[in-house]
């Protein structure tokens, strides 16, 4: 059971996380962020598979112990 609640609370903290991207890449796509930060946007894509990846991690292992 402590494993489902800690997978629970990564996957919401990964979810924040993602959010917080999102944010990101939006203020990047706007006239004054554009095409002077790549560096920036590549790690914040690289970021977000990272995250996208951990997310996928927690959903199988979940799946794999029968829960959400």
């Not at 059971?1 to 924040?16: F, G, I, K, N, V």
């Not at 914040?44 to 991690?57: G, V």
Request: hydrophobic residues 40%; charged residues 25%; negative net charge.
């Amino acid at each position: 059971m402590e494993h489902e609640q800690a997978m629970e609370q990564m996957r919401a903290h990964l979810a924040r996380a993602g959010r917080e991207l999102q944010s990101a890449r939006q203020f990047l796509g706007t006239p004054e962020g554009r095409g002077t930060n790549l560096a920036l946007a590549r790690a914040l894509a690289n970021a977000s598979a990272s995250i996208d990846d951990a997310m996928d991690t927690i959903q199988q292992s979940l799946r794999e112990r029968g829960g959400s």
